[in-house]
Structures are given as C-alpha cells and as structure tokens.
C-alpha cells in the first residue's frame, strides 16, 4: 500500500523480513520506513537465521529511503537490487552470517549468472553502524559491498558510502567491485576487522583481466585501525584501478604494516589513473607502509601498468617517496587507538595541520552533522 511520500513506522518489537519490492516513490516524496521517532534501532528485522535470508531486501524500486532500524540474525543484513535513489541512514546491521549492506544488480535466484534488471544507482549508505559480520562465512563477511564479483556487467554507480562505523568486520569493511563506478567512499571509521586477503577499503580490484570502466572512486577522510590478517597479506586500502583519488585517509596498526597499496594488474588502458597523497600511514611491519605494485590478488599476472601519483603523504617509514615522521609531530596520543578525546584517529592530527593527513577536526563536525554529497 506504501506510495510516494509515505511515512510507514514500526514500533518496537521484532519483525519478519522486511521485503519491499517495484515501488516508486519521487525525490519530493520518497517512502519513508523508519522507527516510531524516539525509537530508534528498536525495531529489529530478521530472517530468524544467520543461514539464509535477508533483514531487508529492496528490489528495484525507486526512491525509498531506511531510517534507524536494527537488522540482525540474518545471512545478509540488507540488500538494495537494481535500485534507483535508496537511502541508508542511520541503520544498525549487527550479527549476520555473511555480509552486513549489499548495493548491486539483481541476479537470478539460483542462477547467478543471469541479471533480472539494471543497475543500482544513486543510492547513500550513510551514518549506519555495523558490527559481527561474516559469522557463519567469514570470507563473505563484508561489512558494505558494492558491485557483482562473479559476474561481470554490474556497473552499479553513483553510490555514496559516508560516515559509518564498521567495527568487527570479519572481510572486507567496504568493498567496491570493479565494474562498478562513480562512488565516494568519505569519512568512514573500521575498526578490529580481520580478513584472510584485500583490505579494510577494497577498491575494483581484478579477479581477471578484462576491459572495466573508468571508476571515478573517491576514497577521502576514512580512518582505518587494527585491521589483522586470517591468511594471506592485507592493508588498509587497496587499489586495483583507476581512475582514483586517495587521500586524507589515517590508517594505523595494519597487520604486516601495509596501509595502502596498489595492485600490480590494471588490465584496462582506461582506468589507470591512481592518486594517493596527504595520507597518514603508521604502520609496523616488514612489509612498506605504501605498496606499489604489490601482489598478483591470486590472479598469477603481473602488468605494473598502473600509473600511479604519490605526494605528500606521511609515514611511519617513509616509503614510496614519502615524508618519515616523528611520534611529536602529532597531538597523540599515537598508541592503541589513537584517541585525543574526540574518537579513535584524533591523535594523529598534527600539531600545526598543513595539509597532510586527514584534518580529522573537519571529518569529526562532519560525522555529527549532516552528510553532505
């Protein structure tokens, strides 16, 4: 029954699937489902598994928006399919067996191979947190997704991925698959995830070489902190093409020491282009702070055909060209998690800001206000 410009609010209580399928809201008046105001995160949806099922699933649909619901017990937390204009805000996802929010293309159940209708677009995943994900398999245990990865042609696009804490994730925090393109990933907080390959961010990279679109991916004031190892090398950020911009990101306390890295397979001529400066990486490890070029990602083939612009970052070893700092160039403290009082990461905030590193005063007012696109 819910049409353009419905408001449909739960109140507290525990709620079956949450299945919102072909409805059509507008801009100027979008369907709302959100918690009874001054409930929030007490309504709670869930498949009654961590095996099977969906919390919530929106499936192409237009213009329906998600405010302050608690989706938990469920293989996947939510899923938005071949949906246009979405908005998730302020969710909590917590204890799935897989992962925690999927933005994608449908595909047909039981037929993975077969899309049932476009891609997603212009969807916002913001404000949310997300914790315990990957419980049943850890390895699908993403903490936001977006893309297809077995199936190539999901050019899911314009999503913006801001201001969320992953914390706990058991795979990648925020993976974006490489047909997919256009997305912001801005002012996000993962902490104490694990994963046995990739990264904390993990952005377009290769399973197989072919022809991929120009990305366009944003990846701007995230922190990232003690993100450990279940198998292969991981990082903080990887990177596997472009056209990418990284900066302003505080990674720190990596497993192995890697806290940004690029892969060494760009197969496209088109999405080559990779930008990584005014970074903050403090990391221990033998393995350098910035890794160019660095691992095949199980693919066995090797290309270093990225190009790749490193400036004005700053380490804790001064790799890749970049500037080697010292523990009193930050207001600290620099240790454990790094809070000065105002959230993990503030203490790495220089004492005089100029321009390196995330200016976290900036990403703070942000993430208590609104999340501007």
Same mark, same amino acid.
């Given at each position: ?7 449909v609010?739960?109140? =507290? ?13 507008t801009a100027a008046?979008?369907?709302? *489902?959100?918690?009874?105001p ?5 309504a709670t *949806?869930?498949?009654?598994?961590l095996?099977?099922?969906h919390?919530?699933r929106v499936d ?7 405010y ?5 017990s469920?293989?996947?937390?939510i899923? +938005? ?5 979405a ?16 933005i994608h293309r /449908?595909?047909?159940a ?5 899309f049932?209708g ?7 995943v913001?404000r949310?947190?997300i914790?315990d994900t990957?419980?049943? /398999?850890?390895r699908?245990?993403?903490?936001i997704? +977006? ?7 999901d050019d899911?696009?314009d999503?913006y ?12 925090a ?6 997919s393109?256009d997305v912001?990933v801005?002012?996000?907080l993962?902490?104490?995830g694990?994963?046995e390959?990739? =990264? ?13 679109p120009?990305?366009h ?17 991981v990082a903080?950020?990887?990177i ?6 990284v %900066? ?5 306390a ?5 806290g940004?890295r690029?892969?060494t397979?760009?197969?496209s001529a088109?999405?080559?282009?990779? +930008?990584i400066?005014?970074n903050?990486?403090?990391?221990s490890?033998?393995a350098?702070?910035? =890794?160019?070029?660095?691992g ?7 290309d270093?055909?990225g ?11 001064g =790799?890749?060209g ?9 207001v ?5 998690s790094?809070?000065?009082?105002q959230?993990p990461g503030t203490?790495?905030?220089a004492?005089?800001y100029?321009?390196?590193g995330?200016?976290?005063d900036?990403v703070?007012? %942000?993430?208590?206000g609104a999340?501007?696109?």
């Amino acid at each position: 029954m819910a049409r353009s410009g419905d408001v449909v609010c739960f109140d =507290a209580g525990t709620y079956p699937t949450l299945e919102i399928a072909n409805r059509t809201g507008t801009a100027a008046g979008p369907i709302v *489902f959100r918690t009874v105001p001054g409930g929030e995160l007490k309504a709670t *949806f869930t498949s009654g598994s961590l095996k099977h099922g969906h919390s919530v699933r929106v499936d192409r649909s237009e213009h329906v928006h998600l405010y302050d619901l608690r989706l938990t017990s469920s293989q996947t937390g939510i899923e +938005v399919g071949s949906s246009g204009y979405a908005r998730l805000d302020g969710l909590l996802v917590e204890r799935v067996g897989q992962a925690a929010i999927k933005i994608h293309r /449908t595909v047909a159940a039981g037929d993975e191979q077969r899309f049932l209708g476009p891609a997603a677009h212009h969807c916002d995943v913001v404000r949310n947190t997300i914790r315990d994900t990957g419980r049943v /398999t850890p390895r699908y245990g993403e903490g936001i997704y +977006v893309g297809t990865g077995g199936l190539q042609g999901d050019d899911t696009h314009d999503v913006y991925v801001a201001y969320n804490h992953l914390d706990a994730v058991r795979a990648e925090a925020i993976e974006i698959k490489r047909h997919s393109h256009d997305v912001i990933v801005r002012g996000n907080l993962v902490t104490s995830g694990s994963h046995e390959f990739h =990264a904390a961010i993990t952005v377009a990279v290769q399973a197989k070489p072919d022809s991929v679109p120009n990305g366009h991916y944003l990846i701007e004031d995230n922190r990232i902190y003690n993100y450990a190892s279940t198998g292969d090398s991981v990082a903080g950020i990887t990177i596997g093409h472009g056209d990418t911009v990284v %900066r302003n990101n505080v990674v720190w306390a990596i497993d192995g020491g890697r806290g940004i890295r690029t892969t060494t397979t760009f197969a496209s001529a088109s999405a080559r282009e990779v +930008v990584i400066e005014h970074n903050t990486i403090w990391t221990s490890g033998a393995a350098p702070s910035i =890794a160019l070029d660095d691992g095949d990602e199980r693919t066995g083939i090797t290309d270093h055909l990225g190009h790749v612009t490193v400036r004005d970052n700053v380490t804790s070893d001064g =790799a890749a060209g970049s500037i080697r700092g010292a523990s009193d160039d930050f207001v600290g403290p620099i240790e454990g998690s790094a809070d000065a009082g105002q959230g993990p990461g503030t203490g790495f905030r220089a004492k005089r800001y100029a321009g390196l590193g995330a200016d976290l005063d900036v990403v703070i007012k %942000r993430s208590a206000g609104a999340a501007p696109r």
